[in-house]
C-alpha cells in the first residue's frame, strides 16, 4: 500500500475519533476543553523539531528557531492556562 | 522508537476524553501534558540530524514566554489569551511547512518542483501555509475584539465579498506557482507571497464578525490550528501530526457547533456577520423612557423582603472583579435563609463556561450554578433577579421575531418579581441594540462598576 494512501487513511478515521470524542460536554468544561486542545494543537512542536535539521542555511535554521519557540508558547502557555482554570475547579471539590 | 508515538497519540485521545466531564477533567488535562512529552523526547530521539542550538534556544525563549503568558494574564483575560496561543500554534505549523521545503535537498537547488515529490506534499504544503497564517492573523484579529478594541473591515457590502473572493483566488493562483516551479529563487517568492495574501485575508475573515460572536471564532480557529498541524504532518510525512492535528481539529469543530446551538445560529450566519459587528447601530440612553435608578440601600431593602435571589452573572462580573464579593453578598443572604443560585447562560462572558471558570474561583459551590434550561422556568417563583453586567443574554429582544437577535435563548429574568440590573451605563450589549428590559416597570437599575455595587449592598445587607 502506498505510503500516502495510509496517512489519508489515518487521517480520516482520526478526524471521525474526534467527531466521536466529543459528544456531551457540561458548559463549564467549554473553555477548558477549548483551552486544552488548544494546547494540544502545539503538537506541531514535534514538526518543529524535525525541521530544526543541522547543517542548514540561515534562513532554515531562523525558520525553524521561530517555529520551535512559537509551537513552544502554545505547548506550555496552552497548558498552563488549562491547568488553572481546572485547578479552580479541583479546589471546590476537595471542600 | 516509533513506538513512543503511538503512546503520546494514545494518551492525548484518554486525555482529551477526560476533558470532557468534571470529575476526571484534570487527570485528562495531565495525561495530555504527559502526552506532548512523550512526543517530544520522541521526537528528539528520532530525528537523525538535530540543529540542538536552535532548539534549545527555542524551548527556552518559547517556554519563557509561554509561562510568563500563563502566570501573569488575569482570569478575565484568559479567552483573549487563549486566542493568541492558537495564533501561535497555527503559525508555527505555517512555518513547518515552510522549513520543510527549505530543507530539502531536492528543492534546495534548481530543477525539480513540490509536485515532483507527489500530490499530497503538493497540495498539503500550500494548505499548512494558508491555514496556519489565517490562523495567525485571525486570531489576533479575535485577540483585539476580545480586549474591546474597534476593528473595522476596509471594505463594506459587495466589495467585501469580492476582496475575500480575490485573495482566495488570489492565494489558489500563488499555490499552483509554488508546488509547480522549478525555480528554487520562485519558490521562495512565492511562499512569502502566499503566507501575505493568507495573513491579509485572515484578516479581512475575521473583521466583519461581531464582537459577540468571538468565542465561536475562537474555537473555529482552535480548529483550524488543528487543521494546519494535521497538513504539516503530511508535509513532513509525521503519523503523529497528522492523527493528533485530524482530532484536534474535529474536535475543535464540534465545540464550535455545540457554542453555535446555544446561541441558537448557524455557523455560516456568524460567519457572515453582523451581529455587534461594525455594522450595527448602537443604541443610546435616549432610547428609554422610563429608567428606574436606584442605590445600593434600596437594593438591601428590596433583598429584605426576598425569599428567592437569582443572580444572572456576565461579563460585567469578569471585568470588575467581581466575582469574589458576589459571592460574599450570596453568602449572607444564605445565612439569612434565603434560596440563592446563579444562573448561568450558556454564552455568558466572552467564551462559554466563562463564568463557570471565574465563579468556581472565587468557590461558588457547584451546585448553585444553574444552567438556562434547568432555571428559567423558575424565574416566576424568584422575588429577585440581579443582573451583573450582563445585557444580551437577558434581552428580551430576542423573543422577537426580527432583530439582530431574534431567536437567540434567553433567561427569562423579566418573570420574576423584581429585576435588578447592575450595570455602568445604559449603553448596549456586544449585539449593539436596545435592551427593553430596563425599561420595565419591575426593573431597578444601579449605575455602577459591579464590584463598587455589590459591596456597598454586602455593607447594606450586613446592616439590616
Known sequence: MDFYFLMIFIFVIAALLGFELITKVPPTLHTPLMSGSNAISGITIVGAIMAAKADQTVLAQIIAFLAVSLAMINVIGGYMVTDRMLGSFKKKGKK | ?464
Request: aromatic share 6%; proline share 4%.
Open chain 2, 1 to 464: 522508537m516509533e513506538y513512543l508515538y503511538l503512546l503520546a497519540t494514545l494518551l492525548f485521545v484518554f486525555g482529551i476524553k477526560r476533558l470532557t466531564s468534571i470529575r476526571t477533567c484534570s487527570q485528562g488535562n495531565r495525561l495530555s501534558e504527559l502526552g506532548m512529552l512523550v512526543a517530544i523526547i520522541a521526537a528528539l530521539l528520532i530525528s537523525d540530524s538535530i540543529n540542538w542550538t536552535v532548539i534549545i534556544a527555542g524551548v527556552v525563549f518559547g517556554g519563557g514566554v509561554g509561562l510568563f503568558l500563563a502566570k501573569r494574564t488575569p482570569t478575565t483575560q484568559m479567552p483573549e489569551l487563549v486566542a493568541a496561543l492558537n495564533g501561535f500554534g497555527g503559525v508555527a505549523s505555517a512555518l513547518v511547512a515552510i522549513g520543510s521545503v527549505l530543507t530539502d535537498d531536492n528543492l534546495s537547488k534548481d530543477g525539480a518542483s513540490i509536485f515532483d515529490s507527489g500530490i499530497v506534499p503538493a497540495i498539503a504544503t500550500p494548505i499548512a501555509i494558508m491555514i496556519g497564517m489565517v490562523t495567525l492573523t485571525g486570531s489576533f484579529i479575535a485577540y483585539g475584539k476580545l480586549s474591546g478594541k474597534k476593528l473595522t473591515h476596509p471594505f463594506s457590502g459587495g466589495a467585501r465579498h469580492v476582496s475575500h473572493a480575490v485573495l482566495g483566488l488570489g492565494a489558489i493562483a500563488v499555490s499552483v506557482w509554488m508546488v509547480t516551479t522549478q525555480s528554487s529563487g520562485q519558490l521562495i517568492t512565492a511562499m512569502i507571497l502566499l503566507s501575505s495574501l493568507s495573513a491579509v485575508l485572515g484578516v479581512f475573515l475575521v473583521m466583519p464578525i461581531g464582537g459577540a460572536d468571538m468565542p465561536v471564532v475562537v474555537s473555529l480557529l482552535n480548529s483550524y490550528s488543528g487543521v494546519a498541524g494535521a497538513f504539516a504532518g503530511f508535509v513532513i510525512g509525521s503519523p503523529l501530526l497528522i492523527v493528533v492535528g485530524a482530532m484536534v481539529g474535529a474536535a475543535g469543530l464540534i465545540l464550535t457547533q455545540i457554542m453555535c446551538k446555544a446561541m441558537n445560529r448557524s455557523l455560516s450566519n456568524v460567519l457572515l456577520g453582523g451581529m455587534g459587528g461594525d455594522e450595527a447601530v448602537a443604541e443610546d440612553a435616549r432610547d428609554y423612557k422610563s429608567i428606574k435608578q436606584a442605590g445600593p440601600e434600596e437594593i438591601a431593602m428590596v433583598l429584605d423582603g426576598a425569599a428567592s435571589v437569582v443572580f444572572v452573572p456576565g461579563y460585567g462580573l469578569a471585568v470588575a472583579q467581581a466575582q469574589h464579593v458576589v459571592r460574599e453578598l450570596a453568602d449572607l443572604l444564605i445565612a439569612r435563609d434565603v434560596q440563592v443560585r446563579f444562573a448561568i447562560h450558556p454564552v455568558a462572558g466572552r467564551m462559554p463556561g466563562h463564568m463557570n471558570v471565574l465563579l468556581a474561583e472565587s468557590d461558588v459551590p457547584y451546585d448553585l450554578l444553574w444552567e438556562m434550561e434547568r432555571i428559567n422556568g423558575d424565574f416566576k417563583n424568584t422575588d429577585v433577579a440581579i443582573i451583573v453586567g450582563a445585557n444580551d443574554v437577558v434581552n428580551p429582544a430576542a423573543r422577537e421575531p426580527t432583530g439582530p437577535i431574534a431567536g437567540m435563548p434567553i433567561l427569562d429574568v423579566d418573570h420574576a418579581a423584581t429585576v435588578v440590573v447592575i450595570k455602568r451605563s445604559l449603553s448596549p450589549g456586544y449585539a449593539g441594540i436596545k435592551n427593553p428590559l430596563f425599561d420595565n416597570d419591575n426593573t431597578l437599575m444601579v449605575f455602577s462598576d459591579a464590584k463598587e455595587a455589590l459591596e456597598g449592598m454586602v455593607r447594606e445587607v450586613k446592616d439590616l
